[in-house]
């Protein structure tokens, strides 16, 4: 069974610092990976989408990329502001099923 | 364009107590749904995928039931809530041939 793992579970940094989210998968059979934030109490909002052949997506200050064959995703966060608190999590897809990452809890201090 | 609802927002119930919560998808048709759970200081859970009217997928053993009536109607249901229960439960929905997921605002339970 996949299963998806996010280091580190809680981060706080000072407002401007650039950051890195790690995730990490079992099965490299996946069929795309995608990065979600989530605000507190709230649903969960799509931020970027890598194909499983593709290495890597940007949107804005947000870069993530994806190594398949070893299983491991990273979220970059150029600039960081305290706009960007939230919650987050990435999931792999497989098939009509998407599993999740327990998520990283991200505080910028401004 | 396309929007998704869950209702209610919030709810506490007592335990033994039966449930229902209802997602409705408009704007678009045959959509994949899906129900998940997340509770505190955990990840997110599948709890069942639909592909289409009456077709239900569970993926984890649970006194949780899931119905689809309608084509864009998910329901989630329980004939006795348990403690175990409570947490957020969130609705999505995909398109088949599409790569993402769209979710609804949750629905907080609290059973007492």
């Known amino acids: 069974k996949q299963e998806v793992t996010q280091i580190p579970a809680a981060l706080s940094v000072p407002e401007g610092e650039n950051l890195v989210l790690n995730c990490s998968f079992t099965?490299?059979?996946?069929?795309?990976l995608q990065w979600f934030r989530q605000d507190p109490g709230k649903g969960l909002t799509s931020l970027l989408l890598?194909?499983?052949?593709?290495r890597e997506q940007t949107s804005g200050r947000l870069n993530a990329s994806l190594d398949k064959s070893s299983g491991r995703s990273t979220l970059y966060i150029a600039a960081s502001q305290p706009g960007d608190s939230a919650t987050y999590l990435c999931a792999v897809r497989r098939g009509n099923q998407f599993y999740f990452g327990t998520g990283t809890s991200l505080t910028v201090i401004p | 364009s396309q929007t998704i609802h869950q209702w209610p927002a919030t709810l506490v119930q007592p335990v033994g107590s039966p449930l229902s919560l209802e997602c409705t998808v408009e704007?678009?048709?045959?959509?994949?749904l899906y129900w998940y759970r997340q509770a505190a200081g955990r990840g997110l859970q599948l709890l069942f995928y639909s592909v289409g009217i009456g077709q239900i997928s569970s993926e984890v053993p649970q006194n949780l039931s899931a119905s689809r009536p309608q084509d864009r109607q998910f329901i989630l249901s329980s004939k006795k809530l348990l403690l175990s229960d409570s947490g957020f439960y969130l609705c999505?929905?995909?398109?088949?041939?599409?790569?993402?997921?769209?979710f609804g605002p949750g629905t907080r339970l609290l059973v007492l």
């Open positions: 890598i194909q499983s052949s593709q």
């Open positions: 099965d490299s059979a996946i069929y795309n």
């Open positions: 704007g678009t048709s045959n959509p994949n």
């Open positions: 999505a929905w995909s398109r088949p041939a599409q790569e993402t997921q769209y």
